[in-house]
Every structure is written in structure tokens, then in C-alpha cells.
């Protein structure tokens, strides 16, 4: 599965403070036009929960020069546009400036997701015996459960943000380890470390790419995993993978298979029945960029490059659209409090979600 890690965003500050906006001649004149209201907005951004969590991780660096004002202006302007575009696209969804990633342009923000993008994919590797195919449930029992949320139970933590590291990969493993481990152990919700797998699981590539399989296969390698408190995650501030250090911490005994998912919605709709899984999506791209709500039915880009964990499924009561609810690790800025919902539709569900590479760990 190409499942895409979020690269440096100390990286692609520089990348951003770097790159002046250059806009054609008709939005030339619409931004003109539009000035005193975008310089009014911008502002209010910048002073909002998403602009001060954008300007303290380093999304955009603040200038007082008049042509940096001018190139931020344009930035918004420009985000504007796009929100109008997805709107048309996806009109279950609500996309707003309201994000950490406003003062980013769409090229920006798909190089910042497909950075760390670890190229091959792992169904292509040598799997261990007890890598298999999750069979399908019933029928009758995937009629008898219209809907999952497992974050109702206690058993998903809330979002994290991976930070400056392209981690996506070992946050949606652990993700998935975690309430694996609480659904087995009297809805004891564990944290354990995604640090330990980002610097530890050798056939990743740490903060510049790997899977959600290669986590589990760690684990499982390994026998088990430190807890989060035991070998806590430093790379979202280093921006640096980090030297596996698993021995200054005590291992939590683990016995795990890794899964595979049948790569349809029925499939994906009988495997989060059970538990969630980790999944690769197409997130690069203006839906992702500035989602901030609602069902998501269209992605403007067709390459996985990003690693999430599905935590349920079910319908919208708003417009009857079905839906996956997938946990990012963005942090809690982000969508529905750090949360997305993907349109289920078959193979063409949303954003390139039914594919052949989602995982989960069994005991």
C-alpha cells in the first residue's frame, strides 16, 4: 500500500515563506476587488485556534514586509477559490479557512503530504504465514449493524499530531494496536508508543515514509511494544526518525497476527464491524486541505499517500449518505476535531479508500 507520511512542516514553511503567489489577470482583478474583505479575514485567521496552531508548528511564517503581506493575501485568496470548488464538488461536506493549512496552496500542501511518500507497495513483499485475509461476515450480521462509532467506547484515544515527522504510517499501526488491545482486555484503553515503531521498525523509512503493515509486522516481531508514557514521541519536534532506543523502556508483552482486508466495501464494512483498521487514503489534495466537515464524496487526487485509522462507519441523518469515520493525526485543529468521513460507495468510495492494503492486528 502507498501510504504517504506528512513530511517536515518546518520544511514546508520554508517552502512557503519561500515561493511568492503569482495570480493571472481575471483573479487578479477579483482579488482587488476582494482586498478589503480577505485583509479583514486573514486577520481574524490569524488570530483564530487554526492560525495560531498554524503559525506556533511553523505552517507559515509571519512577516510585517509589505510584499509577505501582499503573498499571504493572495494565499487566502486563492484557498477561497479552491473552498468554492470543493463546495461544488462535495455538497455533504463543509470546507472552511478554518484550518491549519489556509495559507498553503494546493501544489504546496500535496507536495507537504506525498513527501515521505515510501514508494513499492507491501502486498508486493513476503508475508509471514500468519498475515491473512480478513473473511467477510454474514449477511445477516453486517444487516443487523447500520452503524459503528468505536470512539463511543473508549476504546480509540483521541487525535494525536504526528508534528514535523512523516510518522502517518506508525500512528495509524498503534492506532489500530491500541484498540485492538482495549476490545481484548475489558475495554482497557492502552497507549503505546508510536516512537518506538517510527524509530525502531527498520523496513520503514521513519520520518520519510512507511506503512501501517510494516508497524504491526514490528510489533509482532518483536513481541510486543513500550507504552506511550515508557518510550514517549519526540520526532514531531525533532523532525529526525530518531535511534531506536526500545531498551530504556519495559515492554508490554504482545501477541499479535497481522490482517489483511478484502479490498471491497463490504469487506472494509465487515472488518470495522469487529475492530478499526488502518487504512491509506488520497489526502493530498484542496478537499483534505480544507475540510472541515461533513461527508467527503470527491478527492481531486487518485495516489494513496496517506496513512489513517477507520474507526467506524454509518449514514449521515443530514442528506442519507454513507460514510466511513476515519481518525487522522493532524492534530485536533483539523476536521471534525481531528476526525474525517469518507462517502461510501463501493470502489468508488471517497478519497481512494477501498484498496488492497488496509490492516489490523488480531490477538
Known amino acids: 500500500m502507498k501510504l504517504a507520511i506528512i513530511a517536515s512542516f518546518a520544511a514546508l514553511a520554508t517552502a512557503v515563506s519561500a515561493a511568492s503567489v503569482q495570480l493571472d489577470a481575471h ?156 476490545l481484548t482486555h475489558n475495554n482497557r484503553l492502552q497507549q503505546f508508543s508510536e516512537q518506538q515503531v517510527n524509530s525502531c521498525a527498520t523496513q520503514a523509512g521513519g520520518c520519510n515514509g512507511g506503512f501501517p503493515s510494516i508497524g504491526l509486522e514490528y510489533v509482532r516481531d518483536n513481541g510486543g511494544v513500550c507504552t506511550e508514557t515508557g518510550y514517549p514521541y519526540t520526532s514531531g519536534k525533532t523532525q529526525q526518525t530518531g535511534k531506536c532506543n526500545a531498551r530504556s523502556c519495559k515492554k508490554t508483552p504482545l501477541q499479535i497476527s497481522v490482517q489483511r482486508v478484502d479490498a471491497s466495501e463490504d469487506g472494509f464494512v465487515s472488518a470495522i464491524a469487529s475492530q478499526p483498521i488502518a487504512v491509506g487514503v488520497t489526502a493530498g489534495n484542496a478537499e483534505w486541505k480544507q475540510y472541515s466537515g461533513g461527508v467527503l464524496s470527491a478527492c481531486s487526487t487518485t495516489q494513496l499517500d496517506h496513512a489513517v485509522l477507520a474507526v467506524g462507519y454509518g449514514t449521515d441523518v443530514n442528506d442519507n449518505s454513507p460514510y466511513f469515520k476515519i481518525k487522522n493525526s493532524w492534530g485536533s485543529q483539523w476536521g471534525e476535531d481531528g476526525f474525517i468521513r469518507l462517502q461510501r460507495a463501493g470502489d468508488d468510495s471517497a478519497c481512494g479508500i477501498i484498496n488492497t492494503d488496509a490492516v489490523f492486528p488480531t490477538f
Open 27 to 182: 483573479h487578479h482583478q477579483r482579488f482587488l476587488q476582494q482586498q478589503p474583505e480577505l485583509q479583514a479575514e486573514l486577520a481574524a485567521w490569524k488570530q483564530s485556534d487554526a492560525g495560531r496552531y498554524a503559525k506556533d508548528n511553523g505552517l507559515y511564517v509571519e512577516n510585517n514586509h509589505e510584499s509577505s503581506n501582499d503573498d499571504e493575501l493572495k494565499r487566502f485568496y486563492l484557498t477561497k477559490v479552491g473552498i468554492e470548488q470543493s463546495q461544488k464538488n462535495n455538497p455533504g461536506a463543509v470546507f472552511s479557512v478554518n484550518t491549519p493549512f489556509t495559507l498553503m496552496t494546493n501544489e504546496e500542501f500535496a507536495e507537504f503530504v506525498g513527501k515521505s511518500y515510501q514508494r513499492g507497495r507491501p502486498s508486493s513483499r513476503m508475508l509471514r504465514a500468519d498475515d491473512d485475509v480478513a473473511v467477510n461476515v454474514s449477511e445477516r450480521s453486517l444487516q443487523e449493524q447500520d452503524s459503528v462509532d468505536w470512539t463511543t467506547t473508549g476504546c480509540v484515544a483521541p487525535p494525536k499530531d504526528q508534528g514535523h515527522c512523516g510518522s502517518c504510517w506508525a500512528f495509524a499501526s498503534i492506532g489500530a494496536l491500541e484498540s485492538a488491545y482495549c
